[in-house]
Protein backbone atom coordinates (compact mmCIF):
# COMPACT_ATOMS: atom_id res chain seq x y z
CA UNK A 1 0.00 0.00 0.00
CA UNK A 2 1.09 3.46 -0.65
CA UNK A 3 1.28 5.87 2.21
CA UNK A 4 -2.02 7.86 0.58
CA UNK A 5 -4.24 4.52 1.19
CA UNK A 6 -2.98 4.26 4.95
CA UNK A 7 -6.02 6.64 6.88
CA UNK A 8 -7.99 6.24 9.92
CA UNK A 9 -10.54 4.49 8.92
CA UNK A 10 -8.58 1.72 7.10
CA UNK A 11 -6.40 1.08 10.13
CA UNK A 12 -9.34 0.85 12.10
CA UNK A 13 -10.94 -1.53 9.91
CA UNK A 14 -7.83 -3.82 10.26
CA UNK A 15 -7.81 -3.74 13.75
CA UNK A 16 -11.05 -4.33 14.15
CA UNK A 17 -10.92 -7.60 12.02
CA UNK A 18 -7.77 -8.75 13.77
CA UNK A 19 -9.53 -8.66 17.25
CA UNK A 20 -12.06 -10.05 15.63
CA UNK A 21 -10.16 -13.22 14.03
CA UNK A 22 -7.82 -13.35 16.83
CA UNK A 23 -11.13 -14.01 19.45
CA UNK A 24 -12.09 -16.64 17.04
CA UNK A 25 -9.63 -18.33 16.43
CA UNK A 26 -8.53 -18.15 20.39
CA UNK A 27 -11.78 -19.42 21.21
CA UNK A 28 -11.86 -22.29 18.93
CA UNK A 29 -8.53 -23.78 19.94
CA UNK A 30 -9.70 -23.42 23.26
CA UNK A 31 -12.97 -24.92 22.53
CA UNK A 32 -11.45 -28.26 20.63
CA UNK A 33 -9.01 -28.47 23.28
CA UNK A 34 -12.15 -28.71 25.53
CA UNK A 35 -13.62 -31.28 23.27
CA UNK A 36 -10.68 -33.37 22.88
CA UNK A 37 -9.85 -32.82 26.79
CA UNK A 38 -13.27 -34.34 27.85
CA UNK A 39 -13.39 -37.05 25.74
CA UNK A 40 -10.05 -38.39 26.72
CA UNK A 41 -10.96 -37.15 30.82
CA UNK A 42 -14.64 -36.42 30.95
CA UNK A 43 -15.72 -39.60 33.02
CA UNK A 44 -12.74 -39.01 35.48
CA UNK A 45 -14.20 -38.28 38.90
CA UNK A 46 -13.26 -34.83 39.88
CA UNK A 47 -11.15 -34.80 43.03
CA UNK A 48 -12.23 -31.52 44.84
CA UNK A 49 -10.61 -31.91 47.95
CA UNK A 50 -6.89 -31.71 46.23
CA UNK A 51 -5.83 -28.81 44.55
CA UNK A 52 -3.67 -29.68 41.46
CA UNK A 53 -2.39 -26.51 39.29
CA UNK A 54 -1.26 -27.19 36.13
CA UNK A 55 1.66 -29.29 35.48
CA UNK A 56 5.22 -27.69 35.17
CA UNK A 57 5.51 -28.25 31.54
CA UNK A 58 2.24 -26.67 30.54
CA UNK A 59 3.64 -23.35 32.37
CA UNK A 60 6.34 -22.51 29.41
CA UNK A 61 5.36 -21.59 26.17
CA UNK A 62 7.32 -24.59 24.73
CA UNK A 63 5.79 -26.86 26.67
CA UNK A 64 2.33 -25.19 25.53
CA UNK A 65 3.19 -25.41 21.71
CA UNK A 66 5.22 -29.27 22.33
CA UNK A 67 1.85 -30.61 23.94
CA UNK A 68 -0.91 -28.98 21.09
CA UNK A 69 1.62 -30.43 18.82
CA UNK A 70 1.08 -33.63 20.61
CA UNK A 71 -3.26 -32.84 20.62
CA UNK A 72 -3.27 -33.13 24.59
CA UNK A 73 -6.19 -31.48 25.36
CA UNK A 74 -5.01 -28.78 28.10
CA UNK A 75 -2.28 -27.78 26.37
CA UNK A 76 -4.62 -27.02 23.62
CA UNK A 77 -6.78 -24.99 25.95
CA UNK A 78 -3.50 -23.36 27.42
CA UNK A 79 -2.40 -22.26 23.42
CA UNK A 80 -5.91 -21.07 22.96
CA UNK A 81 -5.27 -18.82 26.38
CA UNK A 82 -2.12 -17.60 24.81
CA UNK A 83 -3.81 -16.77 21.34
CA UNK A 84 -6.81 -14.67 23.15
CA UNK A 85 -3.33 -12.80 25.54
CA UNK A 86 -1.73 -12.17 22.34
CA UNK A 87 -4.50 -10.51 20.65
CA UNK A 88 -4.88 -6.87 22.22
CA UNK A 89 -1.15 -7.17 22.09
CA UNK A 90 -1.27 -7.59 18.08
CA UNK A 91 -3.66 -4.71 18.16
CA UNK A 92 -1.47 -2.26 19.92
CA UNK A 93 1.67 -3.42 17.58
CA UNK A 94 -0.57 -3.23 14.49
CA UNK A 95 -1.91 0.27 15.47
CA UNK A 96 1.47 1.51 16.35
CA UNK A 97 2.54 0.25 12.62
CA UNK A 98 -0.48 1.94 10.91
CA UNK A 99 0.38 5.37 13.22
CA UNK A 100 4.00 4.70 11.75
CA UNK A 101 2.58 4.70 8.35
CA UNK A 102 0.59 7.38 8.58
CA UNK A 103 3.95 9.76 10.31
CA UNK A 104 2.08 10.54 13.17
CA UNK A 105 4.86 10.49 15.78
CA UNK A 106 2.99 11.83 18.70
CA UNK A 107 0.62 8.56 18.40
CA UNK A 108 3.54 6.07 17.41
CA UNK A 109 5.14 7.36 20.44
CA UNK A 110 2.61 7.01 23.15
CA UNK A 111 1.18 3.82 21.53
CA UNK A 112 4.91 2.36 21.62
CA UNK A 113 4.63 3.45 25.33
CA UNK A 114 1.71 0.91 25.89
CA UNK A 115 3.08 -1.87 23.94
CA UNK A 116 5.90 -1.91 25.99
CA UNK A 117 3.92 -1.67 29.35
CA UNK A 118 1.90 -4.70 28.16
CA UNK A 119 4.52 -6.33 27.38
CA UNK A 120 6.62 -5.90 30.52
CA UNK A 121 3.15 -7.04 32.43
CA UNK A 122 2.98 -10.47 30.63
CA UNK A 123 7.05 -10.83 30.15
CA UNK A 124 8.60 -9.02 32.61
CA UNK A 125 6.52 -10.08 35.73
CA UNK A 126 7.22 -13.75 35.22
Excluded: C
Excluded at 32 to 44: D, E, K, P, T
Excluded at 57 to 75: E, F
Excluded at 77 to 92: D, E, F, N, Y
Amino acid sequence: MTRSEWSDRRVESIVGNLLRVGVILAGSVVLAGGMIFLVRHGAQPANYRVFRGEPSDLRRVSGIVHGALALRGRAIIQLGLLLLIATPIARVAFAMFGFAEEKDRMYVFFTGIVLVILLYSLVGSA
